[in-house]
């Protein structure tokens, strides 16, 4: 028999779909055909979607969303860091970035000032299964910490100043009022 196995665009979840605050469920087998296919299922969701530098299985309408990060901040789409269960080890510096979300209306200029570890050393397990011990900084380092606060259910919103925060929410308010 004929089996194909097409690759899918997974549906981001928005702002402030309360399945975004879920804590992904640690990877016990790497090798697990059902993991796979959510790994190809995110980085075609990530390639397809404009602009999009990285996704967590949290953002995704997924039951049960494992701990997987998927990330490209290259413009050509030929960087794919496949992350499985990252852990922060080392951090140093802070900064102020201005951050957006796939999450939080793209399309509509919102975004916050977040506050950060500049440089992190963090482990990981890539698609295959092998420890990955990288030290980031600039905006890779942004973006594994941005997408760990996603497999935790935090939303970068989470860290801005309660004066900020109410200035978000008040534009997401209106733009929902007009969907
Ligand atoms: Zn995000």
Redesign the pocket.
Known sequence: MLYLNYMAILEILQYPDLRLRTKATPVTDVKDPQIKKIIDDMFETLYKTPNCA?L?AT?LNLQNPPRITVIDESSTNKQPFCLINPVITVTEGKSNYVEA????YPDYNISGKVARPDRITFTALDRDGTLLEIAAEGFFSRCVQ??ID?LNGI??LDHLSSLKRKMVDKKIKKILLKM
Request: include cysteine.
């Open positions: 990285g967590s953002q979300c796939m999450s939080v941005h997408e996603h939303i970068y």
